[in-house]
Structures are given as C-alpha cells and as structure tokens.
C-alpha cells in the first residue's frame, strides 16, 4: 500500500469521527431545542452563536436574545441599506424576516449590494438575499415577497410584522409605509442615503412617536429628489447606514427605547470630507397630522380602496417638454454622426458623467450650465464657437431627459430654430448601436 | 455728550450677530459647493430666522434661479430640514426664532435613495 493511500485512510477515519461526534451534538440540540422537557429555552448551538452578544451588558443577555427570537422584522429593499441591514439582523438571531423586493439584481448594484455578487445578476433581489442568509444563520426564517409594495399589498404584509424597516428609495413608498405602519401600529426603522450621505430615523415608536407626514406633511418637488442611479452613491457611506438601521432595529425589539427615554430624532451621516454623525433632535407628533394626529384621515379604509393618491400627492417629473417632431432615434443619430461636419453635437450631461465616456467631436455643456447663461449667444460662444443662430443642433444626454430640457433652452431663450435631441439619449446609443462603449 | 449717545446709537446699528450657517444632503449645490459658512448678520432689531432667510437668499445665493430650490412661499421649501443648534425648528419657533451669537443653523435635503 503506498504512502498516500496510508494517509488518506488515517484522514477519512478522522473525517468519520468528526462526524460521529457532530451527529450526536445536533441530536441532542435538537431534542433541547424548544421542547417542553428542555431546561433550556436555545438549542446549545444557539448558545454559542449568540454568546458573544449576549454577554455585551447594554445587550441584556439571554432574556433579550429570547425577544430577538420571537420577533418578526420585515425589510423593504434588499438594496444598498437592506444589503448590510439584513445579514447583521439574521446573525443576531432576529426569529423571522420577511424581505419585500420585487427588483433583480444588476451589475450596477454590486458596490454597495453586498449580499448580491457577479454570478447572481438577473436573479430576484429578495431571493440572492435569501440563499446568503440561510446559509449565514439556519436558525432564522428568512421570508420573500417578490412584490411591489403598493397600497393593495401592504397591509396584508405588514400585519405579520412586529418592526418595518424602510430601505427604499422614493418618496412614494416612504410615505405609503409610514401610514400603513402607524395603521397597523408597528414602528418603523427608516434610513435614506445619496452621494455620501445617509439619513436615518426611528418613526411611529409605540404609535406615540412622529410618523414620516409629522416630519414631511408636503412632499419634496419631484424635480428635487434625487435616486441612487441619478446622484450616485458611495458603498460604504450607504452601507454604514444600513449597518446603523440593524442596530437600531434591535434596540427596538429589546427595550432599549422605552416611551420614557424615547427622543424624536434624526441622524445624519456623511462620508466626506471628514465623516461625521449628528444626532438631530426632531419634532414630536403633529397633532394635525392627517395620518397619526388627533383627527386622521389617512386610515386602512382610505388606503386600502385607493383614495390616498400617493402618485398624485408626490407628484412626478415631466420631461417631455419637446414635441415628437423635435426629436430624433439613436439610428437618426448616427446618420448625424456620420454625416456633415457643421452639425453640432453637445452633450448636456453633467462633466464628471462627460469624463467617464463620451463620444468624439461633442462639446460638453451641462444642462445647469446652459440655463444658466441665460439665453446669452455670446457665452454660448465661448464654449462652440462656431455656433450660430442657423447651426444645426443635435443634443444628447444620459437617457434623453435633461436633453429635452436643453433643447428647449436652445430654441427658446438662444433663439437657434433648429435643435433636436436624442431619444434615450447616450445609454440607448449604447444598446441598439454601439454596446462597445463603455456604459456606466 | 449727544455726540457721544449717537455714536452709540451709530455702533448699535451696525452690529453683527456671528452664526455659523450649514447647507447639507446636496444643498451645497446651490452655494458655491460650501457646506459651512460663518455670517455676520447686521443687526439692527433682533435677526429672527426670517431675515436670515432674506440675507441668505439676498446676499448668498448668487443664481437668483436657485431661490426656488431653497424657498418655497416665503418659507423653506418643503423636504428640506432645518435645525437650529441640531434642533428641528418646528420645537424653535420656525421663522421667529431670535439669532443668538454663536448659533447654528443647518438646512439639509431630505435624502430619498436607498
């Protein structure tokens, strides 16, 4: 018998014994897991899972990791704060947790989603969430609801929950769960974040607390609310909110807050240029708030049949300011492109956007730039100078938004008749002709 | 003596209320991309929050078409927070809060992505 062979025998005797051995542990975890006759109220496994936070004292020790168990934690968005909120709550212990996405996974998403990985785009959010959870902590029941939250669903939701915690990314939805949350009488554990910034807060704490409508009775303009794919956003800076959220979260399930030392508050995280947290102290509830004040209006009849507009109340932008005559496909561009010299091509986007990947032979002027020379041909001169009041203007953007915004400009206020902009601008360029540029 | 008392009257026209005034969650965009600036407010009857948002908008926001980001009917506009020494200005007064020496005053977006 040769040597390896010696070896690999030795190695599976061992394997064999490791594994008698681990057999009769989880045997006898499992008949001490829950039963009556069990002296204990954890599985020995959990035991140790937990010790290292159990015996943290600010924790409370078995008493709140038993709360921890028992309660029921629903979090909507497996994004950018739900990524890292989500597996610091399933390793706490946290007994069931629902997650409300009904997003896939894109490659954009990956630097900040980091449950998500490479091999999973195109899967559901909730799902990829789900496959790294288990796996992290079998111990926990880890619930997908492949939906979008809207007012139909949420309530039918909710109602199984103990804790919300809202990691979504517009208006609409932070209102629609803030209400539904007071109705259902849950608090909710909202966070926020763009840039390098986060925003975090606790609403609805023990239905005596603040609602998001005490905080925000009007909505922001649409024209004012920036997303993630927009403003862009930093990793870590959403991360560490996120992180933030999970601990807030189980100072909820365990009675750290209490309705005696419970403040409003708001937090504020940035990222740069030297990282700082401030605690803001907040508004209590509004008595004239229309949701949770003395005389709401907002309650699960009005929700549920319909009659709060959240799209109306929150309104949304209105791009298409150019008539369709005004406007040109990606194919027409590259007709454009390929054809005289004297057209010109300028593209609206922001110069940092410009940077990263343009075409040739394009002047870049951001949207806000042009605005801002007020219809003022001599400073538009400065940037082309062969521009004129019959030049031929072709305009470009990201997605053919701000470059129906430019388009007007140009022809309204500089006063140059002919001006059109692409359709789905640079990124549909992208897609239907060239997928060899680089898209970001 | 009556040249004295109006020179006092003459240096209390012209006093400043130093505060220190922070854009935040974007709002920078709107002010030279500086989050913190340190004001002296002339002060002639006390400066409430109302004239801060006058010299703010006045003197401070030097494209006119960026007023609307910042005010809407005559007040803050709606989804931006504004603290007064990390105190939400509802528990303040809003626009009749008095400046004080030393205050600090913070307007911050409401943030939306996630």
Known sequence: MSEVDAEMRAELAALKLENAVLRKQLASNNNKNGTSDSPHPL???????????????????????????????????????GCPALPYLTGAGVGTIGIVDNDVVDTSNLHRQVLHDSTKVGMLKCESAKQVLNKLNPHVEIVT?????????????????????DCTDTPLTRYLISDVAVNVGIPVVSASGVGT??????????????????????????????????????????????TMMAIETIKVIIGSYTS??????????????????????????????????????????????GSINYELFCGSRNYNVCEPDERMSVQDFEKHREGPNDVILLDVRPSHHYEIS??????????????????????????????KQDSEVVVLCRYGNDSQIATRLLKDEFKIPNVRDVKGGFFKYIDEIDPSIPKY | MNELISKDIKRNKTRMVKIKVEFLGGLDVI???????????????????????????E?????????????????????????????????EGELEYVLEDGDIISFTSTLHGG
């Open chain 1, 43 to 81: 599985s020995l496994e959990e035991y140790r899972r937990y010790g290292r936070q159990m015996i943290v004292e600010d924790i409370g020790g078995l008493k709140s990791q038993l709360k921890l168990k028992a309660a029921k934690v629903l979090v909507i968005g497996a994004g950018g704060l």
């Open chain 1, 145 to 165: 609801y492949p939906v979008r939250l809207d007012y139909s669903n949420a309530f039918e939701i909710f109602e199984k929950y103990d804790c919300v915690l």
């Open chain 1, 197 to 242: 910034e986060g925003q975090l807060t606790i609403l609805n704490f023990q239905n005596e607390g603040p609602c998001y409508r005490c905080f925000f009775p009007t909505p922001p303009p649409p024209t004012s609310v920036s997303s993630c794919s927009e403003g862009g956003v930093i990793g870590p800076c959403i991360g560490l909110v996120g």
């Open chain 1, 260 to 305: 005696e030392n419970f403040k409003p508050f708001l937090m504020m995280y940035s990222g740069f240029p030297q990282q700082t947290l401030r605690t803001f102290k907040m508004r209590g509830r509004q008595s004239k708030c229309l949701t949770c004040g003395d005389h709401p209006t907002i309650n699960k009849e009005a929700i549920q049949s």
């Open chain 1, 358 to 387: 343009h075409f040739a032979n394009t002047f870049n002027i951001p949207v806000k730039k042009l605005r801002n020379m007020d219809g003022s041909m001599a400073k538009l001169q400065d940037e082309i100078p062969r521009i």
């Open chain 2, 31 to 57: 002010f030279n991309k500086e989050r913190v600036h340190n004001l002296n407010v002339p002060k002639e009857d006390p400066v409430t929050m109302a004239d801060l948002l006058d010299f703010i908008v």
């Open chain 2, 59 to 91: 003197t401070m926001i030097a494209n006119k078409k960026d007023v609307e980001v910042f005010l809407e009917n005559g007040t803050v506009r709606p989804g931006i927070i504004t603290l007064i020494n990390d105190t939400d200005w509802e528990l």
